[in-house]
């Protein structure tokens, strides 16, 4: 059984930055791959990030390719996600998930929610003056 925290959301300016991490507890963590997805009201959740833990594949949806960075603490079993320049479009809910199977990142595009057995709890960013 895998355990998976989010924290760092929070109401930002748009322009501005958060840092998302998501802790992750249990046995066998520190070998799955970890994505990032994010709900926005009234919308379906999409994938818009993953890290593989093997060699460090990384994906970005085209949509924050050159905005945000996932990035993996082994030491702290924690995935960042930097947010820069964020937007009102960037509000959502933003969950981390993890893949025991390690496949998603070399799939994707698109990251495929079928892929992650285990899902945080989401962290809420809100974009807004």
């Known amino acids: 059984q895998v355990q998976l925290v989010e924290s760092g959301g929070g109401l930002v300016q748009p322009g501005g930055s958060l840092r998302l991490s998501c802790a992750a507890s249990g046995r066998t963590s520190d070998y799955y791959g970890i994505g990032w997805f994010r709900q926005a009201p009234g919308k379906e959740r999409e994938g818009i990030s993953c890290i593989s833990n093997s060699d460090g594949t990384t994906y970005y949806e085209d949509s924050v390719k050159g905005l945000f960075t996932i990035s993996r603490d082994h030491a702290k079993r924690t995935v960042y996600l930097q947010m820069n320049n964020l937007e009102h479009e960037d509000t959502a809910v933003y969950y981390c998930?993890?893949?025991?199977?390690?496949?998603?990142?070399?799939?994707?595009?698109?990251?495929?929610?079928?892929?992650?057995?285990?899902w945080g709890q989401g962290t809420q960013v809100t974009v807004s003056t």
């Open positions: 998930a993890a893949d025991p199977l390690n496949y998603a990142c070399y799939e994707a595009p698109p990251l495929s929610e079928i892929r992650f057995d285990y």
